[in-house]
Nanobody, 121 residues
Framework: QVQLVESGGGLVQAGGSLRLSCAAS????????MGWYRQAPGKQRELVAA???????NYADSVKGRFTISRDNAKNTVYLQMNSLKPEDTAVYYC???????????????WGQGTQVTVSS
C-alpha cells in the first residue's frame, strides 16, 4: 500500500505565502515524477507544478514566478512554496506521485486526499 499525506493548506490573505508538503510512504520501489494539481469549485483539475526525480520542473503559466516546487528524494517528499498568493489560487490542492511499487506492474499515479488553500482579497 502507498499513501500520500499532504499538509500545509489554510487561509491566507492576498499577497501572503503558504508552503505545502506531501510525503509518500509505503511499498515504494521508485518515484518518477511528483507534482501538485488543484481544483477550484466548478472547474477541472489542473496541473500547478511538477518535478522529476532528476529535478526538472514544469509550472502552469499562472503560477510561474510565484510558486516553487522542490523535492527531497531521500524523504519521498515534495514541497510547493506559494508566494504572492492571489484569490484565484483558491482551490483544493492535490499531491500526485507516479511511482513503482515492488510488483511487476508499470508505474502508477497515486493521489493525496487534497488540502484546501483559500486566499482572501
Amino acid at each position: 500500500q502507498v499513501q500520500l499525506v499532504e499538509s500545509g493548506g489554510g487561509l491566507v490573505q492576498a499577497g501572503g505565502s503558504l508552503r505545502l508538503s506531501c510525503a509518500a510512504s509505503g511499498s515504494i520501489f521508485s518515484i518518477n515524477a511528483m507534482g501538485w494539481y488543484r481544483q477550484a469549485p466548478g472547474k477541472q483539475r489542473e496541473l500547478v507544478a511538477a518535478i522529476t526525480s532528476g529535478g526538472s520542473t514544469n509550472y502552469a503559466d499562472s503560477v510561474k514566478g510565484r510558486f516553487t516546487i522542490s523535492r527531497d528524494n531521500a524523504k519521498n517528499t515534495v514541497y510547493l512554496q506559494m508566494n504572492s498568493l492571489k484569490p484565484e489560487d483558491t482551490a483544493v490542492y492535490y499531491c500526485n506521485a507516479r511511482l513503482s511499487d515492488y510488483s511487476p506492474a508499470p508505474p502508477y499515479d497515486y493521489w493525496g486526499q487534497g488540502t484546501q488553500v483559500t486566499v482572501s482579497s
